[in-house]
């Protein structure tokens, strides 16, 4: 069995064992599949736009003519060097197109790149059983391989990344490479010539703009600041973020505390409380979190629990006044909890 281990895959690659003369790139990132095959194409062929060092295929084709593929790599290259055939598999099988080639010494090198192949799908289980194929995994990017991209990049862009601001920028990046990528890109691009990348420039630059208005509605009403809850409901209403999504957010919002405040009640600390919340609370919500723990009970919390779920109804029933329902009901938490904390 030559299958990758996810966290072996760049070492597996960068020194790639020159007698496997198939590798399979496939999961559910489509992004770091074609990062990946970008990366194994360039160090065999420096130039991609030559037609005799690099040919590209579509799986389609290989179905419909498997001896394509064989024909391609027995081809001897006009000025030497090594060939590749880089393959994008697509729905249907090009199992019987490979077979031939995985039988014996090739001579070009044949990348393919596929989607999320399940354990037991034909091509998987064949590159997976030749010696002479690698098949490697591409999956999501865990926080620490989010917080080395990061480093990377900005590194390569001569900037430097405040504490906070890489943990909010990595929270809202992730589930494909080249889309990860691309964020960070324009951050730097963005921060240029400033020397470093603040929370501020995160906040403006990266992800959800509602997304982000959403925790600050949220966490403002369960703190008890009301004026700063009206700002950020204005902010999610021009991100064009709908009553019931702000409404739903509370409630949720809520109903953690809810889980918390039980907690606490039981004797743990609100900071313990907040810790332990799962799932996990970034850490520039935690203050927040933590003083509406200190004024807002468990009782108190399912009672604006059901305040809130009967909002959202009404606020089905009657769409043109649903932003005053949301507006009203997110000021009745924050007043709850300011009059509990006074």
Same mark, same amino acid.
């Given at each position: 069995m030559v299958a990758v281990r996810p966290g072996d895959a760049e070492t597996a690659l960068s020194r790639r064992d020159p007698g496997k003369s198939v590798i399979l790139l496939f999961g559910p990132d489509t992004g770091l599949v074609r990062e990946r095959a970008d990366a194994v194409v360039k160090a065999a062929v420096p130039d991609a736009s030559d037609p005799?060092?690099?040919? !590209?295929?579509e799986g389609d084709e290989l179905s419909a003519d498997p001896q394509r593929l064989i024909d391609e790599t027995s081809t001897i290259g006009?000025? #030497? =060097? &090594?060939?590749?055939?880089?393959? !994008?598999?697509g729905s249907r099988n090009i199992v019987p197109a490979l077979k031939p080639v995985l039988e014996g010494p090739a001579g070009a090198l044949v990348v393919v790149e596929a989607g999320d192949l399940k354990r037991g799908a034909a091509l998987r289980s064949l590159c997976e059983g030749s010696p002479n194929a690698l098949?490697? /995994?591409?999956? *999501?990017d865990t926080q620490r391989d989010? $917080?080395?991209?990061v480093d990377t990049m900005m590194a390569e862009a001569g900037l430097s990344i405040d504490r906070d601001a890489k &943990?909010?920028?990595?929270?809202?990046? @992730? @589930?494909? !490479?080249? *889309?990860?990528? @691309? &964020?960070? /890109? %324009?951050?730097?691009?963005?921060? $240029? =010539?400033? #020397? !470093?990348?603040?929370?501020?420039?995160?906040?403006?630059?990266?992800g959800d703009a509602s997304a982000l208005a959403l925790d600050d509605v949220v966490d403002c009403a369960l703190s008890g600041n009301a004026a700063g809850a009206v700002k950020?409901?204005? %902010? $999610?209403? =021009?991100? /064009?973020?709908?009553?019931?999504?702000?409404l739903g957010a509370l409630l949720r919002g809520l109903s953690s505390l809810h889980q918390m405040a039980l907690q606490v009640e039981a004797g743990l600390p609100p900071e313990r409380a907040v810790e332990k919340a799962r799932p996990m609370v970034h850490f520039s919500r935690k203050p927040k979190l933590e003083k509406a723990l200190r004024v807002l009970s468990a009782d108190r919390c399912a009672k604006l629990m059901l305040a809130v779920d009967e909002a959202i109804l009404s606020g089905r029933r009657n769409a043109p006044l649903a932003p005053s329902i949301c507006e009203r009901v997110v000021l009745q938490v924050a007043q709850q909890a300011a009059r509990r904390r006074r």
């Open positions: 005799f060092a690099l040919v !590209r295929l006009l000025f #030497g =060097g &090594e060939r590749v055939i880089r393959v !994008r598999a098949a490697i /995994a591409c999956y *999501a989010l $917080a080395r991209l &943990e909010l920028l990595v929270s809202l990046i @992730g @589930g494909d !490479r080249m *889309a990860s990528r @691309g &964020e960070i /890109a %324009k951050l730097t691009l963005y921060a $240029a =010539g400033t #020397g !470093r990348v603040s929370v501020e420039d995160v906040r403006t630059i990266v950020a409901l204005a %902010k $999610a209403f =021009g991100a /064009a973020t709908r009553p019931d999504a702000v």
